[in-house]
């Protein structure tokens, strides 16, 4: 933790950060600790050089049937990444790909560095994507191209992905952790309460239709209004000064 900045590192190289039901576990701990820490404003995750995440762990999975994947929630585990009602920021070098592109996709905001390589390959194995890929991956990047990849198995560069409104940004691979710091900083300096009603309906938008995703921008703009920080940031503009924004 640096500042009010989390970092989790996805760290089983040997397997290229392959998610298996114990790495997924440990994570959604993590996230869920981190949700629940006063002194965390913004979570960055992260994996390694080679390997965001190269998917859900293949051979973890492989003779598995419906009802034990029923049982053991595997998915619903996922959807608790979700639930965080901070900011995610996923800082992607090497391979993300199957449930790894699904992980990033469950973070808010996605920087990459040139070494980054996106897809949905679950095609090439049997299977679909499973942990929100055809839903996800569709309303960031577009029904057709979301298509092109889910039905190829083919992977796309950060460039690429940046191209299609993916990623954000891209970084060389060793400013990216530098430049995901200041991006997590900048917003942890943000009105807290700001930062979680905004995060609150950008994600309606992305979940629902335009007019309930509309409905809850409404609530959540006037209920900022019950905050302090919403008067000191408004007098602050008034009287030309920098807010001290208190987080109530
Ligand atoms: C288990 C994996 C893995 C995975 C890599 N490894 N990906 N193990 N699950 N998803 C392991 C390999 O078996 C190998 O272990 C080691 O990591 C290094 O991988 P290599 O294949 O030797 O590396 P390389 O030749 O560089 O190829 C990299 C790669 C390839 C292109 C990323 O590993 C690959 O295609 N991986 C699978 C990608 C994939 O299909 N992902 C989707 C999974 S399904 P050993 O022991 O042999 O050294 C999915 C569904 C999600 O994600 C649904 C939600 C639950």
Redesign the pocket.
């Known amino acids: 933790m640096r500042g009010a900045v989390a970092t989790l590192t996805l760290n089983r190289p040997?397997?290229?950060n392959?998610?298996s039901p114990e790495l997924m576990d440990e994570l959604v701990a993590a996230i869920a600790r981190c949700d629940a820490d006063e002194s965390i404003r913004v979570l960055i995750l992260t994996g390694g050089p080679?390997?965001f995440a190269?998917?859900?762990?293949?051979?973890?999975?492989s003779q598995s049937t419906p009802m034990k994947m029923l049982t053991s929630e595997?998915?619903a585990k996922?959807d608790r990444v979700r639930d965080c009602r901070k900011p995610i920021i996923a800082a992607v070098s090497g391979?993300a790909?199957?449930?790894?592109c699904?992980l990033a996709m469950m973070c808010d905001i996605i920087i990459a560095s040139d070494t980054a390589k996106f897809g949905q390959?679950?095609i090439?194995?049997g299977?679909i994507?499973?942990?929100g890929g055809t839903q996800r991956l569709t309303r960031a990047i577009g029904p057709y191209r979301a298509m092109e990849l889910i039905l190829t198995g083919d992977m796309i560069s950060a460039q690429e992905a940046a191209s299609y409104g993916l990623v954000s940004r891209v970084y060389p691979a060793d400013e990216l952790m530098a430049a995901a710091q200041a991006m997590a900083e900048k917003i942890a300096a943000r009105p807290p309460l700001a930062v979680r009603m905004a995060k609150d309906a950008v994600r309606y938008a992305a979940e629902t239709t335009v007019r309930e995703g509309l409905e809850i921008e409404k609530r959540n703009f006037y209920l900022l209004f019950d905050t302090y920080d919403q008067k000191e940031g408004m007098a602050a503009f008034a009287e030309k000064r920098k807010p001290e924004f208190r987080g109530e």
């Not at 190269?54 to 999975?61: E, H, L, W, Y």
């Open positions: 040997k397997a290229l392959a998610l080679k390997a190269a998917g859900a762990d293949i051979k973890a999975m595997i998915i996922w391979y790909l199957g449930g790894g699904e390959p679950e090439t194995i299977v994507p499973g942990a």
